[in-house]
């Protein structure tokens, strides 16, 4: 049975009204919370850091935080962020020296770990690492900015992903982030993911639970 989460993008929210966007996206049926960190070193852009996840959690949400570092290095921010409340931690493996001790770092403080892919990168850090790892996230838009087309080629990296965890016998997810919408939410899931981040799709739409219903939909 396919247990598939949406995972909105708040990159995409009004941050002048963050708590009530998380809430009302949570309202209309969203699984999880995708908190994009981005700290205009790795990725040309500056988004939000542990403050505000801490934040959202005294506003009272219980959902699962899927933190995606865009950061550089990474094992501070994993601190950082475990103790504000994040429930997933995922980082790019160019970004750390030691991706081995960074996942197990994740893993020490009560997180769940993952490691994301860019688009023109290979899967081969994942390939030692699979009994350390929760998730992997593939991105199909280059990592900074939200409202990006979705890259067709990763439909067959996300089929390489699939065969590598299902030959690894481990449970992990396996997510994608990009350009993800109600019209090639079925290819993506068709490819192997079960997680799919939105952001645009989502906070752009007038009614959030009407765009979640028919990404699901279409999940089938
Ligand atoms: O990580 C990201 C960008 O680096 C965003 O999560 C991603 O691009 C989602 O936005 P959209 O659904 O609008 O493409």
Known sequence: MSDFKIAPSILSANFARLGEEVDAVLAAGADWVHFDVMDNHYVPNLTIGPMVCQALRKHGVEAPIDVHLMVEPVDDMIRMFADAGATYITFHPEASRHVDRSLQLIRSLGCKAGLVFNPATGLDAAKYVMDKLDMILLMSV???????KFIPAT??????????????GESIRLEIDGGVTRDNIAEIAAAGADTFVAGSAIFNAGDYGEVIAAMRKNLG
């Open 155 to 168: 439909l067959d990296k996300l089929r390489e992903a699939r065969a590598l965890i299902g030959a690894s």
């Open 142 to 148: 280059n990592p900074g900015f939200g409202g990006q």
